[in-house]
């Protein structure tokens, strides 16, 4: 995935409502003070710039994962780090893209 896919603006809805029948998890991987500002009921929150010490404990949820943060970019990056360590993952963009259908 190049750089520039990270903040691609393809209509991820129909996906987005996939995953989420399948159970999936929102990983919402924005800063703390973002999250506080507000998120999805139910999120996992994890800063991305953590991920890495979290693939275990995200691998152990045993659901799709649909990554989310303020603009699509760094959901964008966390998607292709799990991907690569055989998550099952999509970049669900901003939170709100998710949050409107929980």
């Known amino acids: ?3 520039l896919n990270l903040f691609r603006r393809k209509n991820m809805s ?6 989420l029948k399948k ?3 929102v990983l919402d991987v924005r800063t ?8 999805s009921e139910g999120a ?3 800063v991305l710039n953590t991920i890495p ?4 404990e995200i691998k152990s949820w045993n659901k799709p994962v649909i990554a989310v943060c303020k603009s699509g970019g760094r ?3 966390a998607t292709e780090f799990l991907q690569g360590h055989g998550v099952d993952i999509i ?7 998710v949050d409107q259908y929980l």
């Open 23 to 25: 159970e999936a998890v």
């Open 14 to 19: 129909n996906e987005i409502q996939e995953y």
């Open 53 to 56: 010490e979290h693939i275990e």
């Open 91 to 97: 970049n669900g963009g901003p939170w709100g893209n």
């Open 75 to 77: 959901s964008g990056q």
């Open 1 to 3: 995935m190049s750089f």
């Open 32 to 39: 703390l003070e973002e999250w506080n500002e507000g998120h």
């Open 44 to 46: 996992k929150h994890i």
